[in-house]
T-cell receptor, first 113, second 110 residues
Framework: NAGVTQTPKFQVLKTGQSMTLQCAQDMNHEYMSWYRQDPGMGLRLIHYSVGAGITDQGEVPNGYNVSRSTTEDFPLRLLSAAPSQTSVYFC????????????FGDGTRLSIL | AQRVTQPEKLLSVFKGAPVELKCNYSYSGSPELFWYVQYSRQRLQLLLRHISRESIKGFTADLNKGETSFHLKKPFAQEEDSAMYYCAPLWLDGNNRLAFGKGNQVVVIP
């Protein structure tokens, strides 16, 4: 099993551009989440999903959209990139709750110019 | 408001010395509590959870409800313990979200 796979690993965008960060898991996990990691801020929850077709906002959802059309995939969309969205983005999945161990991807390092 | 605090950003210890990472939380209920670790060039992963009451890689963490703390301890630090450590409470308030502290960077000096 590959676990949680994130693509791309690195990306540079110009302000105003849009893009989608991909996340896929092959463990048949119900829960999936997106976090951003900033220096001195730790990990902050952006959006999460408790199953296919169900998503909800986390702590810092503004400027991001998500969808969960399948159990395996949970893409994160930046609608109009801003420099404040420069960060490292992590996708995570867990079996059926946040109480279960979270399995993280390698992260996507995103720079917005 | 719900909050998790890890007061020390960087902790440098000598090999063989004890290490303690502090985690305090503010929450009216009783959260589930976890420690996650990220070693250099590896993925963030679960280290231990308080409900398991087990020792992982020599680390233990005791929940002190009176002090609302969940400090992580190891009596003798090893070089391979150098990593970033995150305290992560799970707020059981209906939203049931996992929160992460700002993290502690631990450097073990040979």
């Amino acid at each position: 099993n590959a676990g949680v796979t994130q693509t791309p690993k690195f990306q540079v965008l110009k302000t105003g551009q849009s893009m989608t960060l991909q996340c896929a898991q092959d463990m048949n996990h119900e829960y999936m989440s997106w976090y951003r990691q900033d220096p001195g801020m730790g990990l902050r929850l952006i959006h999460y999903s408790v199953g296919a077709g169900i998503t909800d906002q986390g702590e810092v959802p503004n400027g991001y959209n998500v969808s969960r059309s399948t159990t395996e995939d949970f893409p994160l969309r930046l609608l109009s990139a801003a420099p404040s969205q420069t960060s490292v983005y992590f996708c995570a999945s867990s079996q059926d709750s946040f109480n279960q161990p979270q399995h993280f991807g390698d992260g996507t390092r995103l720079s917005i110019l | 408001a719900q909050r998790v605090t890890q007061p020390e950003k960087l902790l440098s210890v000598f090999k063989g010395a004890p290490v303690e990472l502090k985690c305090n939380y503010s929450y009216s209920g009783s959260p589930e509590l976890f420690w996650y670790v990220q070693y250099s060039r590896q993925r963030l992963q679960l280290l231990l959870r308080h409900i398991s009451r087990e020792s992982i890689k020599g680390f233990t963490a005791d929940l002190n409800k009176g002090e609302t703390s969940f400090h992580l301890k190891k009596p003798f630090a090893q070089e391979e313990d150098s990593a970033m450590y995150y305290c992560a409470p799970l707020w059981l308030d209906g939203n049931n979200r996992l929160a992460f502290g700002k993290g502690n960077q631990v450097v073990v000096i040979p």
